[in-house]
Structures are given as structure tokens and as C-alpha cells.
């Protein structure tokens, strides 16, 4: 059966689904003591729909184009060395545009307490050795995923929860949801089934990964490289119903990742074991500053059409400051003199008191670009010039779109 049928997530902890090369879809996570949606799953699928539905607890909108992504990090290692690694679940718009921190009150903290206390505590283990950050915070980045993407979710808003549903019940059930879907979604074995596995020298066509994956969920997903070296992968889903309960619907995605068509690299997981997670300092050292695609412990943020970006991270022709970077391409933070950098609604800032953002890099030709949420689409009101400085925002939205190159000092 291919992943191309409906995927009823309410119902994987009973059900098992054979594709075409054979793997069983069973899952073993107990469920949680479920909140029901009482939403309906016959009706059009998100991004589907023809005429105006105004229930938007049982239709997800603006965000029905959903992204499961998930990581393949070698430097330094997460995760078990057969295995990806969760990123997430981003309810992107059905335009490819996004939102994000959809509502600051609803930041929960201490997502282990949340799960633990709320009877996802199974959850909460698998989280622990699949759903890791490459700088062993984990608790901050659950705390990231769902803060910029659980919120945006119109089927997780409290006003669509049961009366009496505890605070943070919408979170329990995002975080529950995706491990679910992961599991459906078991890419390393989609991989190795097709005789493609890990390796130090071998290198890939970008159609040989895709065909495969293709033949084993009837679906095409986005592969994301850095440096020549396969790192990421998003699923495309529309929903039907609720993400609490909802149908999910595989689709193919709908762009390209960043992966080059030929010599993509899929390189092993080193001081990874099946058993659990890789601690940060495990795995083989980072690259050194300045080897070509690596990651600069020290640089300058330039924009493809002038200047680029001062301290607080504004952008300006004037000398751009010293950023430091910290982490490897496809995952880190960074900082300035004025503190850490982060997105808050869509606006890049740094400065005491911010909340830390995680960035990745992507190699295009000789440049090395920021990205922020997989894209290094960035954009602005105007360009600067002489002294005036312009608010840089992710994605495309404003009227002038530039991207950021990573330039080593």
C-alpha cells in the first residue's frame, strides 16, 4: 500500500501499513489519553478546499501545506546511526509562504514536564533519541519547534479543545502527532531498501534518491544538502480534518530543495549507535574554520546587493559587524557584541534579552548562505544607503528580497 493513501495518524498506534518494499508501519508508542477534535475527515483536504470554510478547528488554514522534516546530521552526530532525526512539523501556507510565533502566550516551557505530566511520558522518550538538537539542547528546541510552528496551527487553537483539556493539551497532542508521523516515515529504511546506505566514498544523483523514495511511499519529498552532503529531507502533507486527529494526505513536494542534481554525498553518522542519542561531543570534530563549505566560528553577514548586517542585525552599507557562529552548517546559533540573534515574527534581531534562533548554512557556488527555516530567502522595505539602517525579515514578503552570504573574518 502506498503512502500516497490517506494516513490516519489517530490511528497509527493500532494500525500497520505495508509499502511497496515491504516495510511495516507499526507503531509501538502507547497512545496518550487522547482529545478528541470531533471534526470530520470527509470533507476537502487543506489547501483543497473551493469555497470559504469559516470552521477553522476542523479545516487547517492559513497553514495547510505541511512540511515534516527531518535531519541527517553527521558533524557532530544525533541520533541513531540508522536513523533520521526529527526537525519538525511547519504548517506552511498554501502559497509556500509561512508564519511564525503565531501567539507568544501560548510559548510553553518545559515540554518534557508538559508530556510527562500529561501522559505522553513514551513520547517523551522516543523525543529524547530521535527528536535531538545537535548542541544537546533539546529542551530548547522542542520549545522552538513548537513556539514558531506548533502555534500557527488553527486546528490547535485552546478554542478548539474540549472544555476542561489542561493548559498545554494543544502541545502535548503536536508533539504526540509528529512523533507519529515519523515513524510512518522511516526514511533511512526507504533508503537502504533500495540498496542505499550511508557511505565515505560513494556519491549519489539527486533522481537516484528520489526515485527511491518515490517507490517507497508513491511520493516525492525535498532533499536539502550542505556542502554536497544530504542533511535534510521534508515530506509534504495536506490535512483533512484536525491535526489533532486528522487524515493526513502525502503529496509531492512542491519545490526543489537545495540538494545539486549530481555527486550528492550521504555520509555516516560517526559515534552513533542504535541504542540512543549521540552526545555533542561525540562523532568526529568539527571541519576546520575556513575548509571549503565549512562553518566560520567568526564572520561577516553580507547581502547579495549591498552592505550588510550590523550588530543588531539591521541591515546597512555601513562595516559590517563580527558575528559569531556557533554549531555546524546545518545547525547553529549566533551572536554579536549586542547578544544573541534570533527571529521574533518574522524579524531577525540581536541583542541582550533575545531569544536564540537556529540558522543553517547552504552552499551556492563559492558562497555560503544563511538560512533560516531551510529557506535563505530574506527580505526587506528598502535597501540602505549612507547611514540608514533597514529591518531584515525571513522569507519574501517585503518589497525588496536578497539573500545573506556567511563571509569568514
Do not use: M
Given at each position: 500500500m502506498a503512502l500516497n493513501a490517506l494516513l490516519l495518524i489517530a490511528g497509527l498506534g493500532s494500525m500497520t501499513m505495508a509499502s511497496p518494499v515491504g516495510f511495516s508501519y507499526a507503531d509501538p508508542v502507547n497512545l496518550f489519553k487522547r482529545i478528541s477534535s470531533g471534526c470530520s475527515t470527509t470533507g476537502p483536504a487543506s489547501c483543497h478546499n473551493t469555497t470559504h470554510v469559516s470552521d477553522l478547528c476542523c479545516f487547517e488554514s492559513p497553514g495547510g501545506l505541511l512540511l515534516q522534516t527531518q535531519f541527517w546530521d553527521t558533524n557532530p552526530s544525533t541520533g541513531p546511526s540508522d536513523s533520521w532525526t526529527i526537525h519538525g512539523l511547519w504548517p506552511d501556507n498554501c502559497d509556500g509562504t509561512f508564519g511564525q510565533d503565531c501567539d507568544p502566550s501560548r510559548a510553553y516551557t518545559d515540554i518534557a514536564d508538559l508530556l510527562s505530566s500529561q501522559g505522553a511520558s513514551d513520547t517523551l522518550s522516543f523525543m529524547k533519541e530521535f527528536w535531538v538538537d545537535i548542541n544537546g539542547q533539546n529542551e530548547q528546541f522542542w520549545e522552538h519547534e513548537w513556539s514558531k510552528h506548533g502555534t500557527?496551527?488553527?486546528?490547535?487553537?485552546?478554542?478548539?479543545?474540549?472544555?476542561?483539556?489542561?493548559?498545554?493539551?494543544?502541545?502535548?497532542?503536536?508533539?504526540?502527532?509528529?512523533?507519529?508521523?515519523?515513524?510512518?516515515?522511516?526514511?533511512?529504511?526507504?533508503?537502504?531498501?533500495?540498496?542505499?546506505?550511508?557511505?565515505?566514498?560513494?556519491?549519489?544523483?539527486?533522481?537516484?534518491?528520489?526515485?527511491?523514495?518515490?517507490?517507497?511511499?508513491?511520493?516525492?519529498?525535498?532533499?536539502?544538502?550542505?556542502?554536497?552532503?544530504?542533511?535534510?529531507?521534508?515530506?509534504?502533507?495536506?490535512?483533512?480534518?484536525?491535526?489533532?486527529?486528522?487524515?493526513?494526505?502525502?503529496?509531492?513536494?512542491?519545490?526543489?530543495?537545495?540538494?545539486?542534481?549530481?555527486?550528492?554525498?550521504?555520509?555516516?553518522?560517526?559515534?552513533?549507535?542504535?541504542?540512543?542519542?549521540?552526545?555533542?561531543?561525540?562523532?568526529?570534530?568539527?571541519?576546520?574554520?575556513?575548509?571549503?563549505?565549512?562553518?566560520?566560528?567568526?564572520?561577516?553577514?553580507?547581502?547579495?546587493?549591498?552592505?550588510?548586517?550590523?550588530?543588531?542585525?539591521?541591515?546597512?552599507?555601513?562595516?559590517?559587524?563580527?558575528?559569531?557562529?556557533?554549531?555546524?552548517t546545518s545547525s547553529f546559533t549566533m551572536s554579536t557584541s549586542k547578544g544573541s540573534c534570533g527571529v521574533s515574527s518574522g524579524q531577525l534581531i540581536c541583542g541582550s534579552g533575545v531569544s536564540a534562533s537556529t540558522f543553517s548554512a547552504q552552499t551556492s557556488g563559492s558562497n555560503l548562505l544563511l538560512a533560516f527555516g531551510g529557506s535563505t530567502a530574506f527580505t526587506s522595505d528598502g535597501t540602505p544607503s549612507g547611514s540608514t539602517q533597514e529591518t531584515v525579515f525571513t522569507g519574501s514578503g517585503h518589497s525588496v528580497d536578497f539573500t545573506i552570504s556567511i563571509v569568514s573574518t
Open positions: 500557527c496551527y488553527s486546528t490547535l487553537e485552546t478554542s478548539c479543545l474540549p472544555s476542561g483539556s489542561p493548559r498545554g493539551a494543544e502541545a502535548v497532542a503536536f508533539f504526540n502527532t509528529v512523533v507519529k508521523l515519523f515513524k510512518s516515515l522511516p526514511t533511512y529504511q526507504f533508503l537502504a531498501d533500495a540498496g542505499i546506505t550511508p557511505s565515505t566514498s560513494k556519491t549519489f544523483s539527486l533522481s537516484t534518491l528520489t526515485d527511491a523514495l518515490k517507490s517507497a511511499t508513491g511520493v516525492t519529498p525535498a532533499l536539502d544538502c550542505s556542502s554536497g552532503a544530504i542533511n535534510q529531507i521534508s515530506w509534504y502533507f495536506n490535512l483533512k480534518g484536525s491535526l489533532l486527529d486528522g487524515e493526513f494526505v502525502p503529496i509531492d513536494a512542491p519545490k526543489k530543495g537545495s540538494c545539486a542534481s549530481s555527486g550528492l554525498k550521504y555520509p555516516p553518522k560517526s559515534g552513533s549507535s542504535s541504542s540512543g542519542p549521540t552526545s555533542t561531543s561525540g562523532g568526529n570534530p568539527p571541519p576546520p574554520t575556513g575548509a571549503p563549505g565549512s562553518l566560520p566560528a567568526k564572520a561577516h553577514l553580507s547581502a547579495s546587493s549591498t552592505g550588510g548586517l550590523l550588530t543588531a542585525g539591521t541591515w546597512s552599507v555601513q562595516t559590517p559587524a563580527t558575528y559569531t557562529l556557533s554549531g555546524s
